[in-house]
């Protein structure tokens, strides 16, 4: 016999509460302790866990769902369930565990899509706002927004009620600076390129529940107000005079994209505030090699009182945030090196006439920096979805059932999951947000960055039309950059496009109609006989809708492993195909083989249900083709088509070839032509260029003229070296620049490295 009972003596903290063992029961188990007000640590495990509450009262929240507790309540966790246990009365909550390893019962939970589904709580999903300083490319749209909008039409199909929010990011810096390339104010230029942007955005069939322009929501403005009041509350986030840069000439504040240099902490070329490489946020003043955009003479130090937020006084609770969500380690690691230094003060307001002023009145001519303004942003684009759909939702009060999803970049990483959590905790003392983030690396175009300034972009415009965009969002699916930097080809979407969607994908469903029109009058047969081998391919079937269910899910959400799974349906089915064709026209295997058509219209069938959140189109056509509805439930089973249906495949079409050769010959004339003027084009930006930095005006350059000779220094030469970077894209050497005998050898050398350069492209495009 074993007694033991319960000693606050002997108790000791672990999981944030108060704990202690109890041996010999054969399972793992223990006593614990909550005091009034206080929580467990959020936390999932292998284990299967019971508890069993003796004495006070509280809530066990279990992946984010709250559920009270009292005296006699058996609480039983499947492995993986997040679980904080809270106590909400006067006295201690005491309670047994016991927990014990099943590993049968772990594996079954990992793959459970019902516990992953968030049930019945709300589900925001954002795609980080787009800067409305340009139109979206492939680079923008292969990220935050088609891997959104899967996400969102995944889940509506698993029975979630799931969202889709975003919006126009309107006063960014990088806003002002295209205003003023256009020549136009920026509340114009944002509202132009936010309509663009939605434009494209719908071209690609991305159609969110929530479009917020922050400038032309009138409630916008002065709910960011009430926030950010609420933020500086407490006393922690306070106006600090600190370091900051200013143009040698114009005296103007620089920030973001007024100002570059090389990252403090990995040396990379940045602009200000962030470090697109290393992910690392910066205070412009430990820039190294700053340049200003608007003066070739260094920049002045002086000081700004700026309201400022103590970031590095939150490491805890960003620890504990993200033990709550999905938080890929990749962000984990970010914000570990983050805290890892020893004061992080962080500027959350900035000298702008763009932008929304705080209430307060402890600083004049200041707005509310646009990042810390986007974690309200979310709240508002809640608060007016709900506002559209009768749900009283409000920014000012956000709910603890609530579960956020972002998606975004890596290079917002700092922003989205260090920064805006600590804001929340401000702003919300009482409100754990319960967040998921999922990050995607850069995106390359022929093996280099996106450049709008050089045309080395294909914009979403140019490639996406009703007949393209299902063959687009797969291949941006299949080669989405989710675990490191991957890269659209031209000839690789070609490729794709003839060989696998339209080669394999329709050549097969062709042919497959084709064979129920011969054999049985275009209507679904139904199975007959069944042979091993054909039920060993339905087993296969079931397995390729459990890993496209796992792909697509939102743990392991992954478009490029759902997309390889689409894929191996059709390649598993052609293989069965070849095999079963052998008898297919034998008399003595006529039930076989109508066992094996009906298994190959149950596979077009799961094509079809498994490819709708990524190609709704082609799904909702097959899925017609195959005498069914538009799928909008995602399927627990793999199922034969109803004996008797009418099947149209046959003269179906799904994908179209674009006109390669026609598109090839096109472009060879265009690199032709840009080739031949390359150099001109280069050497006329290299000249006016020059000018304004030797301060030449009225002297012409001719292409023989000696750089050094015409009085370029060295410290001149570190602004060309920005300029051209920021331009063309283009990284030369002081030594390439001082050492060019003549500004025709200069821009050989710049045209040489670009291929087929533009300086008339838009502004900095900034984070999106």
């Not at 793959?111 to 019945?120: H, I, S």
């Not at 195959?626 to 627990?636: F, R």
């Amino acid at each position: 016999m074993i007694i033991h009972r319960y000693d606050e003596n002997v108790l000791s903290e672990a999981f944030g509460i108060d704990m202690s063992d109890v041996e010999g029961l054969g399972t793992g188990a223990g006593w614990g302790r909550v005091v009034p007000g206080a929580a467990s640590d959020s936390h999932q495990h292998d284990e299967t866990e019971m508890f069993v509450i003796v004495a006070g009262h509280g809530e066990i929240v279990v992946d984010g769902r709250p559920h009270p507790v009292e005296p006699g309540t058996v609480v039983v966790f499947d492995p993986f369930e997040s679980h904080v246990l809270r106590n909400t009365g006067d006295g201690d909550l005491v309670f047994l565990t016991q927990y014990w390893r099943d590993s049968r019962r772990a594996l079954e939970s990992a793959g459970n899509a019902e516990r992953k589904n968030f049930g019945e709580r709300p589900v925001f999903v954002f795609s980080t706002p787009p800067t409305p300083n340009g139109d979206l490319h492939l680079g923008h749209l292969s990220g935050p927004y088609l891997g959104a909008d899967v996400f969102v039409r995944a889940r509506r199909m698993q029975g979630t009620n799931a969202w889709h929010l975003t919006g126009s990011d309107d006063y960014q810096s990088y806003v002002v600076a295209a205003a003023r390339a256009d020549g136009r104010g920026p509340a114009e230029t944002a509202a132009h390129y936010s309509a663009e942007i939605a434009a494209t955005l719908a071209l690609m069939d991305i159609r969110p529940d929530q479009y917020t322009v922050t400038d032309a929501d009138p409630a916008y403005r002065e709910g960011l107000r009430d926030f950010f009041s609420r933020v500086v509350a407490d006393g922690t986030v306070k106006v600090t005079d600190s370091d900051a840069l200013f143009d040698a000439d114009s005296g103007q504040y620089l920030y973001e994209v007024d100002v570059k240099g090389r990252c403090p902490s990995c040396g990379s070329g940045t602009g200000g505030n962030i470090c697109e490489e290393c992910g690392e946020p910066n205070v412009v003043t430990d820039l190294v090699d700053p340049v200003s955009a608007g003066s070739t003479r260094p920049p002045r130090r002086g000081t700004a009182a700026r309201w400022t937020l103590p970031l590095h006084e939150f490491a805890d609770e960003t620890a504990a945030h993200h033990r709550l969500g999905r938080v890929p380690a990749r962000l984990r690691e970010l914000a570990a090196r983050l805290f890892a230094r020893p004061s992080l003060d962080i500027p959350v307001s900035h000298p702008s006439a763009w932008g929304v002023p705080p209430a307060e009145t402890d600083v004049d001519g200041q707005v509310i920096w646009v990042w810390p303004e986007m974690s309200y942003g979310f709240l508002h684009g809640i608060q007016e979805l709900g506002r559209r759909l009768g749900e009283d939702w409000r920014a000012a009060r956000p709910e603890q059932d609530w579960k956020i999803v972002h998606f975004f970049g890596y290079d917002n990483s700092f922003y989205h999951a260090v920064l805006y959590p600590a804001l929340y905790r401000l702003a919300f003392p009482e409100w754990t947000p319960d967040i998921d983030y999922h990050v995607n690396e850069f995106y390359l175009l022929e093996g280099a960055k996106f450049s709008t300034s050089r045309r080395h972009a294909i914009w979403g415009k140019e490639i996406l039309n009703p007949d393209t965009v299902d063959a687009v969002r797969y291949f941006l699916s299949s080669t989405r950059p989710e675990g490191s930097r991957t890269d659209f080809r031209r000839a690789a979407y070609e490729a794709t496009l003839n060989d696998t969607l339209i080669g394999s994908w329709q050549g097969w469903l062709n042919d497959l109609g084709s064979r129920v029109g011969e054999r049985h009058d275009g209507l679904a047969p139904d199975a007959g006989t069944w042979t091993p081998e054909q039920s060993a391919f339905l087993a296969r079937l079931g397995t390729r809708l459990a890993a496209a269910t796992g792909a697509l899910a939102p743990d392991g959400f992954s478009l490029s492993q759902a997309a390889a799974e689409l894929d191996g349906i059709v390649a598993d089915t052609l293989r069965f195909s070849r095999q079963e064709e052998l008898l297919a026209r034998d008399a003595g295997w006529h039930s076989e083989a109508r066992t094996a058509l009906a298994l190959e219209l149950a596979a077009a069938r799961l094509l079809a249900h498994a490819a709708a959140p990524v190609m709704p189109r082609f799904a909702a056509r097959l899925a017609d083709a195959l005498g069914l509805p538009e799928p909008s439930a995602w399927p627990d089973t793999v199922a034969l088509v109803t004996p008797g249906s009418k099947i149209t495949l046959t003269d179906a079409v799904f994908f179209r070839p674009t006109d390669a050769r026609a598109e090839a010959e096109a472009d060879a004339r265009a690199q032709a032509a840009e080739a031949a003027d390359g150099s001109r084009v280069v050497r006329q930006w290299l000249a006016a260029t020059v000018r304004d930095l030797l301060q030449l005006s009225g002297t012409e350059l001719t292409g023989d003229a000696d750089l050094v000779g015409v009085g370029l220094s060295s410290l001149q030469a570190v602004t060309l070296q920005y300029r051209i970077l920021e331009e063309f894209d283009v990284d030369l050497t002081l030594d390439e620049l001082l050492g060019s005998t003549s500004l025709d050898d200069l821009a050989r050398t710049v045209e040489g490295r670009v291929g087929s350069p533009s300086p008339a492209g838009i502004a900095a495009e900034g984070d999106r």
